[in-house]
T-cell receptor, first 110, second 111 residues
Framework: SQTIHQWPATLVQPVGSPLSLECTVE??????LYWYRQAAGRGLQLLFY??????ISSEVPQNLSASRPQDRQFILSSKKLLLSDSGFYLC?????????FGQGTRLTVV | GNSVTQMEGPVTLSEEAFLTINCTYT??????LFWYVQYPGEGLQLLLK?????DKGSNKGFEATYRKETTSFHLEKGSVQVSDSAVYFC??????????FGKGTSLLVTP
């Protein structure tokens, strides 16, 4: 069965520190992977998606970047976090008829 | 563009009350519509879905009907339980592309 592992579940980081959130997928090959963010009082906003290794599309300009080093691995990064990067980050695998989500990471930048 | 608008929360209900969470959408094509639920401390999971007009999705006593004429996909349950307390997200997808989510509606059911 398909599963998505996302970690960590919660993270508190100081402003200016780097960030790396990892998402791995099991039970499928060549998945379309997505990173979403939910800031306080807002919906889930699409940040990045990837249709294959090394292929990244960005939906909104921001302080973050994403990488797809392996078929089943999707990483969200930042070199220097801003206060506005605080939020709930969610990794997803979305297929034709279904979607699977990680448990999410609650990031608080202080 | 494509977007989803759902009612603001939090919604607080007594056990066994009737639940409606409104959801309307705008889309450039013919989307599939979804309701996702996030229970406290857990990940997002699919609650129900409908892929074409007049389809009714149902699961765990929840129902939602795809209404093309009103561009709506309202979530309903006849009798809520404390265990239904969660955040509910309405979403749409076009051709298997990324999901567009609403802001989420927090539901609290009290005994």
């Amino acid at each position: 069965s398909q599963t998505i592992h996302q970690w960590p579940a919660t993270l508190v980081q100081p402003v200016g520190s780097p960030l790396s959130l990892e998402c791995t997928v099991e039970g499928t090959s060549n998945p379309n992977l997505y990173w979403y963010r939910q800031a306080a009082g807002r919906g889930l906003q699409l940040l990045f998606y990837s249709v294959g290794i090394g292929q990244i599309s960005s939906e909104v300009p921001q302080n973050l970047s994403a990488s797809r080093p392996q078929d089943r691995q999707f990483i969200l990064s930042s070199k220097k976090l801003l206060l506005s990067d605080s939020g709930f980050y969610l990794c997803a695998w979305i297929g034709k008829a279904e979607a699977f989500f990680g448990q999410g990471t609650r990031l608080t930048v202080v | 563009g494509n977007s989803v608008t759902q009612m603001e929360g939090p919604v607080t209900l007594s056990e066994e009350a009737f639940l409606t969470i409104n959801c309307t959408y705008t889309a450039t094509g013919y989307p599939s519509l979804f309701w996702y639920v996030q229970y406290p401390g857990e990940g997002l999971q699919l609650l129900l879905k409908a892929t074409k007009a007049d389809d009714k999705g149902s699961n765990k006593g929840f129902e939602a009907t795809y209404r093309k004429e009103t561009t709506s996909f309202h979530l309903e349950k006849g009798s809520v339980q404390v265990s239904d307390s969660a955040v509910y997200f309405c979403a749409l997808s076009l051709s298997g592309y990324a999901l567009n989510f609403g802001k989420g509606t927090s539901l609290l059911v009290t005994p």
